[in-house]
């Protein structure tokens, strides 16, 4: 079906804390994977994506896992700082040009 | 130009009335989107269009009515909405892959969205 679990729906950490989200997804045949960061009334940002033939990208503070075996994809959020309070989407394509969402994670990092 | 433009940025408008949202971008992008979002929901899909032809439409009630007229721009015509239509509005563009418009499978391609209508129906 058409599914992207997200997980946890919030998430309060102190700052310099790391943080995880982790989505699992239903469609073996997906196979690239972005992570959106959403600030409140505004555009969600990609803020990091990984593609199907690596199992890690990082950047800076900010990395991403991928089991494909498993079906699941995660979001690493290393030195966290307050304005990484926000809410953070995964997603999953689920056929051309079709997207399917997480349900969110609402982080928020606490001084 | 790495931007989304959406206008307006607030809408109110009356169940009664016609309006309609404009999205423009310029990174040569062949695919655009209209996303639905209501408050602590994720972005849910409305329509895409891809090289300027409807490639998908989610079931969206008729009184939406989406429209390309050019590789840049997208509208979406608001006719006799209702309360539970309020909601942001956003926009959102791609460049497919190289296999083109009749790409099969799964999309790879990185969504980039505009800043959104905010929508409230009276």
């Known amino acids: 079906g058409e599914n992207v679990e997200q997980h946890p729906s919030t998430l309060s950490v102190q700052e310099g804390d790391s943080a995880v989200i982790k989505c699992t997804y239903s469609?073996?045949?997906?196979?690239?994977f972005p992570w959106y960061k959403q600030e409140l009334g505004k555009r969600p940002q990609l803020i990091i994506d990984?593609?199907?033939?690596?199992g890690e990208k990082k950047d800076q503070r900010i990395a991403v896992t991928l089991n494909k075996t498993a079906k699941h994809f995660s979001l690493h959020i290393t030195e966290t700082q307050p304005e990484d309070s926000a809410v953070y989407f995964c997603a999953a394509p689920r056929r051309t040009y079709k997207y399917i969402f997480g349900t969110g994670t609402r982080l928020k990092v606490l001084a | 130009d790495t931007e989304v433009t959406q206008t307006p940025k607030h809408l109110v408008m009356g169940m009664t009335n016609k309006k309609s949202l404009k999205c423009e971008q310029h990174m040569g992008h062949r695919a655009m989107y209209w996303y639905k979002q209501k408050a602590k929901k994720p972005p849910e899909l409305m329509f895409v269009y891809s090289y300027e032809k409807l490639s998908i439409n989610e079931s969206v009630p008729s009184r939406f009515s989406p429209e390309c007229p050019n590789s840049s721009l997208l509208n979406l015509h608001l006719h006799a909405l209702q309360p539970e239509d309020s909601a942001l509005y956003l926009c959102?563009?791609?460049?497919?892959?190289?296999?083109?418009?009749?790409?099969?499978?799964?999309?790879?391609?990185?969504?980039?969205f505009g800043p959104g209508t905010r929508l409230t129906v009276l």
């Open positions: 469609d073996s045949a997906s196979n690239y």
């Open positions: 990984i593609r199907s033939n690596v």
């Open positions: 959102a563009s791609s460049q497919p892959g190289l296999a083109g418009p009749r790409a099969p499978g799964v999309s790879t391609d990185t969504q980039y």
